[in-house]
Structures are given as structure tokens and as C-alpha cells.
């Protein structure tokens, strides 16, 4: 197990977590979800593929081999935030040419 995984370890009831920026007024920051699905994919979560764009990737999770794409709100925008859900082996075989 990695450090601190058990916080962050994803719940079998989870299928998506979305970040949100939060408006501080004179700022905006990412909220706390934002900065768990950071933690999750950089600490976590097993990468498997990108797409050809790079801008979306392909994880595991390896307590429960459940497999989640991580994508952003809008990926128009240069800093935009994320958004992880599980998707299934078929999409992940058609999305990332994997075997």
C-alpha cells in the first residue's frame, strides 16, 4: 500500500468524482475533490494509457482492478478541471487500443 492511500482509496460505491473551482472572490482555487483526484492519479491510482491527445488517461485502481478514465470539464480550457469516472474494459480497449 502506498503512503496515505487509505485516505484517498476510492469507495466501491464511487463511479465519478468531479473537481470544481471555488470563487474566493479576488481568486479562484481548486476545491477538495479536485485536489483528491490529483492525489488519487499521482499518488495511487496505476496509469495505463494515454490517448492520442494526451489529454485524457487510462488508470487502475489496484485494490479492485476497476478502470478510470481521467478527462477534464472542459478540455477547451487550459486549466480546467477533472473529471475521473470508471469506465468499462470495452471502452477503455476502443479509447486506448489496449489489449
Known amino acids: 500500500m502506498r503512503p496515505d492511500s487509505e485516505e484517498i482509496r476510492l469507495k466501491p460505491e464511487e463511479t ?3 473537481g ?3 470563487d474566493l472572490g479576488s481568486a479562484v482555487t481548486p476545491d477538495a475533490r479536485w485536489d483528491r483526484i490529483t492525489r488519487l492519479t499521482q499518488e495511487y491510482l496505476e496509469l495505463l494509457a494515454a490517448g492520442k491527445d494526451g ?3 487510462l ?3 489496484p485494490t ?3 478502470l478510470w478514465e481521467l478527462t477534464s470539464v472542459a478540455p477547451e480550457l487550459a486549466a480546467s478541471p477533472p473529471l475521473l469516472q470508471v469506465i468499462t474494459p470495452e471502452r ?3 479509447t486506448y487500443e489496449t489489449p
Open 55 to 57: 489529454k485524457v488517461h
Open 20 to 22: 470544481y473551482w471555488l
Open 64 to 66: 479492485d482492478g476497476r
Open 16 to 18: 465519478v468524482l468531479q
Open 59 to 61: 488508470y487502475r485502481d
Open 92 to 94: 477503455a480497449k476502443a
